[in-house]
């Protein structure tokens, strides 16, 4: 653990460092964005290259040594008074504290303060009207349905057990290569992920996966259906490489996914982009959606979606609503004003997307 000074030090550096790059976001694009972040991102992955167990373990290791090293040593013991001897602990744990959110800064949460990202893609976040959604969902469940028929799976073991086999990084980190020479972003060729164990632990907290700032690693639960699991690790394989907004992370997902060679990866962004189109179709127009399900998708689309649904009635939330309102306020209390609602707006930079990029350039829509 660093000495108090370095910590007052470290932690007074994010505050200035932070308060620069909040008010000079073209100044953070260049200096955070394209030197400190991607030399942070290459440490990550040289670690995680060389390491044969996932770094969250070792994060985790450190703070059970130090914990039971802090107890053992007992700093406080000196304090004849209780009162003093917690407010001695309650000072260590604030400079431990002060040091982690430094650090999460530094490593990571300084991308809340660049320029916009989906001006990085030239992309408009604007209404869709209503028609324009229902003409888009009828080519899109006709897209999903041909997706579905060139896989061969006919239950959800076939899936799960072909998922095991797939490198499915590998094709995603591809395919998210690809994507930003395309676009001129800055790119990274391996980005770590870990598959959270035991099952559920995240689902019950309303979470599908997460981005663990401290090791630079996209984590994920391993209870989710195996249809997700693509799209999901893409989504946070975006914020991996520096992406914040949870809209914009959908989105990149969406593309990673279609664009990649795997059939099984392309239908995992096909499917997601189709329910969202269906759950604002359903708000809408529900009998135009009961239509749509009922006589036009097919029957092995139906079932996957059942299972899914299926899947996640296993892990039901422990804390109703809790992690929605904390994650909200923190969204917001960085900059992202629509807060939790930003995962939605996928459909708005999607159809900003399809219109500025012809099918040509791009085989997606």
Not at 189 to 194: D, E, G, L, S, T
Not at 273 to 296: C, G, M, T, V
Request: glycine content about 4%.
């Amino acid at each position: 653990m660093p000495t108090k000074k370095f910590i007052k030090w470290f932690f007074l550096s994010s505050l200035l460092g932070g308060s620069l790059f909040y008010f000079f976001p073209k100044f953070t694009d260049l200096v955070y964005g394209e030197w400190i972040f991607p030399s942070v991102r290459l440490f990550y992955n040289t670690l995680s290259f060389i390491s044969p167990i996932p770094l969250v373990l070792f994060f985790i290791l450190w703070c059970i040594v130090l914990l039971v090293d802090y107890f053992i040593k007992k700093p406080y013991a000196a304090y004849p008074s209780f009162l003093k001897k917690l407010l001695k602990v309650g000072a260590d744990v604030l400079y431990f504290a002060l040091f982690l959110i430094a650090s999460f800064y530094w490593v990571w949460g300084m991308n809340y303060f660049r320029s916009s990202e989906s001006a990085r893609f030239h992309l408009k976040v604007e209404a869709i009207e209503q028609d324009r959604l229902k003409d888009w969902i009828l080519t899109w469940t006709e897209e999903v349905n041909n997706s579905r028929i060139a896989l061969p799976f006919e239950n959800d073991e076939d899936v799960r057990n072909y998922l095991s086999q797939l490198d499915l990084n590998t094709h995603l980190e591809k395919s998210f290569y690809g994507l930003k020479n395309f676009h001129k972003l800055t790119a990274f060729r391996h980005i770590p992920v870990m598959l959270w164990r035991p099952k559920g632990l995240w689902l019950r907290n309303s979470t599908a996966g997460f981005y663990f700032p401290f090791t630079g690693e996209a984590t994920l639960d391993s209870g989710l259906h195996p249809y997700q699991i693509p799209f999901t690790t893409a989504h946070e394989m975006a914020h991996a490489i520096g992406f914040t907004d949870e809209g914009v992370c959908n989105f990149l997902a969406v593309l990673v996914c279609m664009s990649a060679e795997n059939e099984f990866i392309q239908y995992s962004g096909k499917l997601t982009l189709w329910r969202y189109l269906a759950r604002e179709i359903r708000r809408l127009d529900p009998d135009f959606y009961a239509n749509i399900f009922e006589e036009k998708l097919s029957d092995a689309v139906k079932n996957d979606l059942i299972a899914i649904h299926r899947n996640s009635q296993k892990y039901p939330d422990w804390f109703p609503g809790l992690q929605r309102r904390v994650y909200d306020t923190y969204l917001r209390a960085h900059g992202v004003r629509e807060g939790i609602a930003s995962y939605n707006e996928v459909l708005m930079l999607a159809e900003s997307y399809f219109k500025l990029f012809s099918e040509s350039e791009n085989d997606i829509d």
